[in-house]
């Protein structure tokens, strides 16, 4: 069984992927730009969303700075932001009102 399990396991490492490593490399390259981008469209459509709460009725300027808050200090604990890009994020909400 041991000689048999070598022979798979030489097999395998002769594999190689059937596409070219520098489409690989390009594939990936324009994967990630396309997530980066969809990220930046999403968070804009978040602080627009965040910066109309007062239109929602029954929400208040006081309960929309709450969920504002709460939505930016979450994001903050899931992505790592520094106290700098909360800040931005902060300034931008205001520019919505």
Avoid: C
Wanted: without cysteine; aromatic residues 10%.
């Amino acid at each position: 069984m041991g000689k048999s399990l070598r022979k798979i396991k030489r097999e395998r490492e002769k594999t190689t992927s059937p596409f070219h490593p520098e489409v690989m490399k390009a594939w990936n390259r324009g994967f990630e730009a396309g997530a980066k981008r969809q990220n930046e469209l999403d968070t804009q459509l978040m602080l627009e969303w965040l910066g109309k709460l007062e239109e929602i009725p029954g929400i208040g300027e006081k309960t929309a700075w709450k969920i504002r808050e709460h939505f930016l200090g979450f994001m903050k604990e899931k992505r790592g932001w520094n106290e700098s890009t909360l800040e931005q994020n902060n300034t931008a909400a205001d520019g919505y009102r």
